[in-house]
C-alpha cells in the first residue's frame, strides 16, 4: 500500500498526570500501547509507519520496534504540539502520502481496514468522523451542500454544527503539500495542524470516513479504566501458561495466567482477567475484570476489583477498586480504595488546577509509580498519588498528593493511666470523648 | 370463639427510634411482626380480630391483611395512649367479649392456646402474668386473699407486692362495660388504661393465666435482636428455594435460602440464618446466627453474626456484630462495628435523651433506613444512626448521629515534601509525631 | 559425670519489658525455656543441676521441676548480678566442679555434648567461644601466645582484640576456689562476675571451646521471634492429635495440631507452624510461621505471620505480622500491625529510654498480657503495648503504652445536619475538608 502512516507518539502528557510513564508507552498485559496499534496497522496492511517521539522515550521505543527496517523513528526536541511534530519529520515526508494517527487513541481493527481499502482508490484527502451523542469537547465536522466545509473546534455545547467529530485519522494524498501548508501556518495557540487542516479542507476536496466502533482517546488517567475493560473483553485469551494453581482457587470465565503465575489457595478469579507472569495471587483473595502485571503480590484476603494493577506491586489485605496503580507499589494491610461517593454523583478529580468530571459514578484512587500507603489509609474516590510518595497508616486521603511527599495523620490522643483494669476499682470508660465543629 | 382480639398497633415509638419502621411493620423474614400474631390468633381459633393502627401505617397494614372479611381495622388519629386506641373503636365494641393485646410483644403459640381456653368458659375477666424473677418497669400483681387486687405500677426494685407481672392480654367478658369505664377514668398521665384496669380489679372477681414461656416486648431497637434470635430458633425450616450456592461454599446447620439467593465461592452461612429472596452472599463471607432480607449484597469478605440486615443493604468486607440494619444501607470497605466494651461492662445507649442500660455485653450499631458507612468507619457499641445519614470514611462514631447528618473527620496532616525517596539521600522516616493530652 | 550444671535464671529483665513473664519461664510450646534447657542436659549426661531463681519465680519453677531430686532450686534475694546469684548459692558450691550458664541462651544440643566430652578429660577451667562476624556488644576473648589471656568486655566496633565473644557457658574445675575470688572482687558496677572471671584466666591456664552453631540470646522481646522461628524449624513434628479439621481447610507443610484444635472452612496453615490445645483456627484465616499456644480463638478473616501468640488470647479479622503477644489478648476486628517502614529501613524500639535498634527489617508489636486493641486501630513497628492496656478503636499507635493505661483519639468531626439526601435540593457532599501543618 502507497502510504506512510505517521504516528504522533511525542507530546506532553500533563493531563496524565501522576503517571510517570508517557501515554504510548503505558504497558497492558506487558505490551505498550503503540504496539498494539502497530499491530493492528500491520495487520491492515499498512507497511511503512514513522513514528515521532520525544528524546526521553526514544531508546525505550527502538528497545520495542526491534529491527523492522519499515519502521523509522524521529525525534521532536520539544513538545510544541502536532504540527511541529510534523515538521520535524519534514525529510521523511517528501510527498508520498500519508495517513497521520495518534498515538494512544485506541480504535478497533475495522477503522484500519476501512481506511486501508479507501486509501487503495483515494482521489482526495480524507479524515475519519464518529457520531457523538452526548457533547465532547473537540472538532465538530460542518458540512455544506453535503460536503465537508470546516472543523469547529470546541463549539460549545448545543451549537455543534453537526454530531460528527473529527478523529485524529487524516489522510493527505500528497504529504509535501500538506507539509507547506502547515509552515505557512501561524498561530500563537496550540492550533496550527488545525489551521493548516481547515485551509486545505477550504481549498480541496476532503472526504469524511464514518467510524462506528470503540473510540477511547487517553487524555487523563481514568481512561485506562475503559481501555483495560474493553483490551480484556476483546483480546484476552484465556490461557494457563504453566500457572500453579491450588486445587481450591477457582478460576472463573475468561482469565490469562502467564508463566509462573501461583494462585494460592481460596482464590477466585473472574474473567477477564490477566495476571501476569510470575505474578502471585495469594490465599483467600478476589480478583475481578482486571488486569494485574508481572511479578506482583495481591496478598491475604485482598480484593481487586476492575482495577490496573501495574508491575511489581504489593497488595497485602486491600480493597482496590475502579483504579490504576502505576507499578512498584505497596499498601499496607487494610488500606483501602473508596470508588463511590455517598450521594451517587459521578467522581470529580483535580487536573491542572481545574475539577474534571471523569463521568464515572465509580472510580477509586490514581497511584503512581512507587507511592506506598499504610496500614488502613483510605483514598477517596478520584484522588490522584504521585510517584515515590507514601501516605500515612489511617489517613484519610481527601486531595491529590503530590510526588515524592510524605502525608501523616497527627492524631490527638488522650491517654489515662494507671487504671486497675480487671479489677473492682476499675473506672467505667468511655470513648465518648470528642469534639465537635458544627 | 366469641370474642375480638384487639390489637393495639397505633402507638408511638419514640423509643424504638432510630428505626422509621412502627413496630408491628417491622418485617423478618419478609413478614411483619403484626402477621406473626395474626397467623398464632388463627391457630389458637380467634377468628374476629379488631386492629387499631395509625393514620400513618393504614394503608401498609390494609395490604399486609389482604381480603380477610373477619379482621378490621381503626384508625387512631392521635397516638393518645392505648385507653384513646380502644375508645377510637368504641362503634365496634359494643358488648361481645374482647381479648386485648399488644401488636408487638413476641411470645409462644401456647399463650394464645391456653387463652382460648379458658375464653370458652370463662366467666370473669382475666389477664396473663409472667413470672419475672429480675426487675422490670412494668406493672406487678398484687395480691389479697389469694386473689388479685390490684396492679401496682413500676414499684422500683425491692418493692415489688409479688413476682407477676402483667402482660397486656386483657380478657373482658363485657367490652361495653370496660368502655363505659375507660371513658369515666381521667388522669393528667398517660395511665388512663391502667387506671380503669384497676377499677375493674377493685369491683369484679379478675382471674389471672399465668404464662411461662418466652416472652420479648419490643421497647428499644436491640430488642429485636432477641425477637430475631428466638425466631431463628423457632420458625425456621432449613429449605433451598432455587438458590444457586457454589461447590466451595458450605451451608451448615437450620439455614432457608430464599428463591434467587446466590451464595458464593468459599462463603460459609452458620444456622439458624435466613437468606431472603436476590441476596447474593459474596465470595468469602461468613454468616452467622442472622436474618439477612431480600435483594442484600453481602459483599466479599464480610461478616455478619448475630444481626439483622434489612432489604436492599450494600455490605463490603464488613464486620457486623449483634447490630441492626434497618434497610437500604450501604458500608464502605473495611467498616466495622465494636461490639464489645474493653472493660467487658453491659452496653449503654442514649434513648431520648435517658442512658439506657440494654443489659447486653455484646451489642453493635442500630443503623435506620438509607443511612452509609464510609471505609474503615469504625461504629463503638450501642451507637445509633439516623437515617439517610451518612458516616465519613475513618470516623470513629462514638455518639448517635442525628438523621439527614453527614459527619465527617477533619484530620489534621503533615506532609513532608521533596524528599528524595529511595536515594541515599532520602532522610529517615519518621512516624512517631502525636499530640498528646493527658 | 562428676559436675553440677548451674543455672543462672534469678536476673532482672527489663529490656524484656513490657513483657510480664520472666525470660527463662516464656513459654514455646507450652514448655518454658529452661524447660528446653533442662532437657538438653540431662541428654547430654549432665545429671546434678542447681537453679538460682528469684523470689517471684520459685514457685512456679517447682512446679515445673516436681520431683527431681537431683535438681536443686536456690532463690537470690534481690537481683544483684551474676556474682550475687553464685554467692547466694555458696552453701551448695563446695569444691565440685560446676559448669555455669545462662537459663535462657537459645544453642543447640552440640554445645552441650562438646561440654560434657571435654568435661570428662577436663584438667582446666573453660569456657565457651563463639565467633561473630558482626559487632556484638558483649566480652571478647584476647589471645596472648595462642593462650586465652583475658576479656575485653564491650570494646567498641573495629577495637575487637578477636572475633570470638565469650558466651556464658563457663566450666570451673573447683568452684570453691571461684567463689573465694567472687568474694574478693569488688567494684561499682555490675562486672563482679566478669573480674573474677578475668582473674582467674590470668592466674590459671583457662581453655576454649568454640561453638560454630545457632545461638539466641535473650534481651530483647523481638529476639523471641528468632528462638520461636528456631523451635519451628528445629523442635517440630508434624502431627495432629485429635485436632477437628474442617474439610475445605488446608494444613501444609511441618504443623504440629494439639488436642482439642479446631480448624475451621477455608482455614489455611502453613509450617512449620504450632497450634496450642483447644485453639480454634477460624473460617478463612491463614497462619504462616507462627506459633499459637493454647485456648485461642483465631477468629474469622485473620492472618498471623511469623508471630507468636500466647494463650487465650482472641484476634478478629487483624493481621498480625513479626509480633509477639503475650498471652489474654483481645483484637478488635480490623486492627493491624505495621511490621515494614516505608523507607525499608531497620526497625527501632525504645528501651529504658534508649533508642534500640533491632536490626530487623520486619518487625511488629510487642504486647504484653491482657493488652487489647479496638478496631480499626494500627499499631506502628516495633511499638510495644503495656500489660492490661487499651488502645482505643481508630488510634494509629507510633510510640509505646505504659501499663495500665487507656489510649483513645479524639478525632475533630464536622457534622452537617438536615441534609435532604435523596433528593433534588441536596447539596453535593465534599469530603475535601482537612487541616494541613507543613
Known amino acids: 500500500m502507497n502510504v506512510t502512516a505517521v504516528i504522533l507518539a511525542g507530546g506532553a502528557s ?5 503517571l510517570t510513564v508517557s501515554k504510548p508507552l503505558f ?4 505490551k505498550p500501547i503503540i504496539l498494539y496499534l502497530l499491530e493492528k496497522l500491520k495487520y491492515a496492511g499498512f507497511k511503512d509507519v514513522l513514528i515521532i517521539t520525544n528524546p526521553e522515550d526514544n531508546e525505550q521505543l527502538i528497545k520495542f520496534i526491534k529491527n523492522n527496517k519499515r519502521i523509522q523513528i524521529v525525534v521532536q526536541k520539544e513538545p510544541n504540539g502536532m504540527a511541529d511534530a510534523l515538521l520535524s519529520a519534514e525529510n521523511f515526508l ?7 494517527l495518534n498515538a494512544s487513541d485506541l480504535v478497533e481493527q475495522t477503522l484500519f481496514e476501512k481506511a486501508a481499502k479507501r486509501i487503495q482508490t483515494a482521489k482526495n484527502n480524507f479524515l475519519v468522523a464518529k457520531k457523538q451523542d452526548n457533547y465532547f469537547d473537540g472538532g465538530y465536522l460542518q458540512f455544506s451542500g453535503g460536503k465537508l466545509a470546516a472543523i469547529v473546534e470546541k463549539p460549545g455545547e448545543g451549537n455543534q454544527p453537526s454530531k460528527l467529530i473529527n478523529l485524529v485519522f487524516h489522510y493527505f494524498k500528497d504529504s509535501k503539500e500538506f507539509m507547506r501548508i502547515l509552515k505557512k501556518s501561524k498561530s500563537d495557540k496550540d492550533d496550527v495542524y488545525e489551521l493548516a487542516l481547515s485551509s486545505l479542507i477550504t481549498s480541496k476536496p476532503f472526504e469524511v470516513i464514518e467510524y462506528t466502533g470503540f473510540w477511547q482517546p487517553l487524555k487523563y488517567p481514568w481512561h485506562l479504566l475503559e481501555m483495560m475493560n474493553t483490551i480484556l473483553h476483546t483480546q484476552l485469551i484465556a490461557k494457563n501458561h504453566a500457572a500453579t494453581v491450588s486445587d481450591s482457587a477457582k478460576i472463573d470465565g475468561n482469565v490469562s495466567l502467564e508463566s509462573g503465575v501461583k494462585v494460592l489457595e481460596n482464590a477466585v478469579i473472574k474473567g477477564p482477567s490477566f495476571i501476569g507472569k510470575n505474578t502471585i495471587i495469594g490465599t483467600n483473595s478476589l480478583i475481578i475484570n482486571s488486569m494485574i502485571e508481572e511479578s506482583c503480590v495481591i496478598g491475604f484476603g485482598s480484593e481487586v476489583c ?6 511489581r506491586t504489593w497488595l497485602h489485605h486491600n480493597y482496590i477498586g ?14 483501602a480504595t473508596a470508588n463511590f461517593r455517598f450521594d451517587e454523583r459521578t467522581i ?7 475539577i474534571i468530571d471523569s463521568k464515572r459514578v465509580k472510580l477509586g484512587m490514581i497511584m503512581a509509580k512507587k507511592a506506598r500507603l499504610g496500614v488502613n489509609a483510605c483514598i477517596m474516590p478520584g484522588v490522584k498519588i504521585g510517584h515515590s510518595s ?11 498528593l503530590a510526588p515524592n511527599s510524605l502525608i501523616t495523620v497527627l492524631q490527638t490522643t488522650n491517654i489515662k493511666k494507671n487504671l486497675l483494669i480487671f479489677s473492682n476499682r476499675f473506672p467505667q470508660l468511655s470513648l465518648q470523648q470528642e469534639k465537635v465543629t458544627e
Chains 1, 2, 3 share one sequence.
Open 27 to 30: 504497558c497492558f498485559k506487558a
Open 390 to 400: 507514601f501516605v500515612g497508616p489511617g489517613v484519610v486521603l481527601v486531595k491529590d
Open 348 to 354: 470529580r478529580s483535580v487536573v491542572s488546577k481545574k
Open 322 to 335: 475502579d483504579s490504576v496503580l502505576e507499578g512498584d507499589n505497596y499498601c499496607g494491610s487494610g488500606a
Open 14 to 18: 500533563t493531563r496524565f498526570s501522576p
Open 94 to 100: 517528501t510527498g508520498k502520502p500519508i495517513f497521520v
Open 306 to 311: 476492575r482495577s490496573y494493577i501495574g508491575p
